[in-house]
């Protein structure tokens, strides 16, 4: 069975790729979440702020977390959250810490392939929320140093653990990321029931079988795109060709009639949906607003959390800006998550610019300076303690004391 080549080749991996930057900017996104007011009320529920459930959830809801462009699924909340919890509970070292990384974003990835993809967002699914249990099980493995045997049962074990509906999102505390947090600690039960001696039908792989087929040469993590910004994934690369509009051609705001965007028509609908002030992830997901924030208050961009209500010409804005889908853009997706903006000065005067990728994507990963920017209310420190965090165990333990 596929699943178990799988697993024999993640148990046997001694060397693996060491992405400190993409684990230091999923740090960064905890630290991040952890003050927002849904993440406040999670740590009540699950009385503290430690445990693996509320770490995923904490990450997730920033919207900053990095994400497979092939699937639509985001692995370092699911798989970093893991790692950071069993490094807490039993000594690891940085080896250890990257070993649990890569195989819980490989599996991650396989088992987003055996679940449809990113196609399954058609049918009302999340990608992210149906893997979850599977790639913090393996994760959690790793960590635990299951043999293959064990580890391939912990897979088995979290695929039964998996759902995919998680609902709208209803503010002011939408269910959502509890539901993944929870998801995530299915995982890490997963690992446990193995590693006690459960059992698990290798008949039910289904899908999933051919997906962990013949990886052990897959770009397995050659499709990560980290964000610069609090934003759906789906407009980011809009809000970045708009931006740069605006400062590359001196364009005054006031004087923006109308804005089209241009996007492959699976992101059409993420990013414009109704505008609900109430409605945090709304807030920093509907392009609209996203675009009259960067025309009239670009410091705003960098909120997670917004608290204060926009200014009357931001959400004047927003409602002259609309989106339609782009079959041309469609032909490189997944791959490019391309977009188009054209905008219309009260002249007639248009102008456009198309992004089909933005720092961040997998042939631009981010730099040190990169994260800094990203998060300028995280300490310099522990950015760079995390990014040395897996080949320095001092700069490993100063950073699991601050955020697990």
Not at 125 to 132: R, S
Not at 262 to 272: H, K, L, N, Y
Request: with cysteine; aromatic share 6%.
């Amino acid at each position: 069975m596929s699943i178990d080549a799988f697993a024999e080749r993640i148990a046997a991996q001694t060397a693996v790729p060491l992405h400190g930057l993409r684990f230091a900017d999923s740090v960064a996104a905890l630290v991040v979440g952890s003050r927002t007011r849904e993440a406040r009320a999670l740590a009540g529920l699950y009385g503290g702020r430690t445990g693996a459930a509320y770490m995923a959830a904490a990450m997730r809801l920033t919207e900053l977390d990095d994400i497979d462009l092939r699937t639509c699924t985001t692995p370092s909340a699911v798989v970093v959250p893991v790692v950071l919890e069993a490094a807490r509970r039993a000594p690891a070292s940085p080896v250890a810490v990257a070993r649990g990384l890569h195989a819980g974003y490989a599996a991650t990835a396989q088992a987003a392939l055996g679940a449809g993809g990113i196609e399954v967002m058609s049918r009302g699914l999340w990608p992210t929320l149906i893997v979850a249990p599977l790639g913090a099980a393996v994760a959690a493995g790793v960590m635990r140093g299951l043999p293959a045997d064990r580890l391939a049962t912990a897979m088995r074990l979290g695929l039964s653990r998996s759902v995919g509906r998680a609902g709208a999102t209803i503010a002011p505390l939408p269910s959502r990321w509890w539901l993944f947090g929870e998801s995530v600690a299915a995982g890490i039960a997963s690992a446990a029931a193995a590693e006690a001696g459960f059992t698990a039908d290798a008949h039910l792989d289904g899908p999933y079988a051919e997906a962990f087929a013949d990886v052990a040469s897959a770009d397995e993590l050659g499709w990560i795109s980290q964000k610069t910004f609090p934003t759906a994934r789906q407009g980011a690369n809009a809000l970045v060709a708009f931006r740069e509009l605006l400062r590359d051609e001196a364009v005054d705001p006031a004087r923006i009639a109308h804005v089209e965007i241009e996007v492959p028509p699976p992101c059409v609908r993420v990013i414009s949906q109704p505008l609900d002030p109430a409605n945090r992830l709304l807030l920093i997901s509907n392009a609209g607003l996203r675009f009259g924030a960067a025309a009239f208050s670009p410091a705003r961009l960098v909120e997670v959390d917004p608290v204060e209500p926009f200014p009357t010409e931001v959400l004047a804005f927003a409602a002259r800006v609309s989106v339609s889908p782009s079959a041309q853009l469609e032909a490189s997706f997944p791959r490019e998550w391309g977009a188009r903006v054209v905008v219309e000065l009260d002249g007639g005067r248009r102008i456009e610019r198309t992004r089909r990728t933005i720092p961040g994507d997998p042939d631009q990963p981010l730099a040190l300076d990169g994260l800094i920017e990203k998060y300028p209310d995280v300490e310099r420190a522990l950015i760079e303690d995390a990014v040395n965090a897996l080949t320095d165990a001092d700069a490993l333990a100063r950073t699991l004391a601050r955020v697990a």
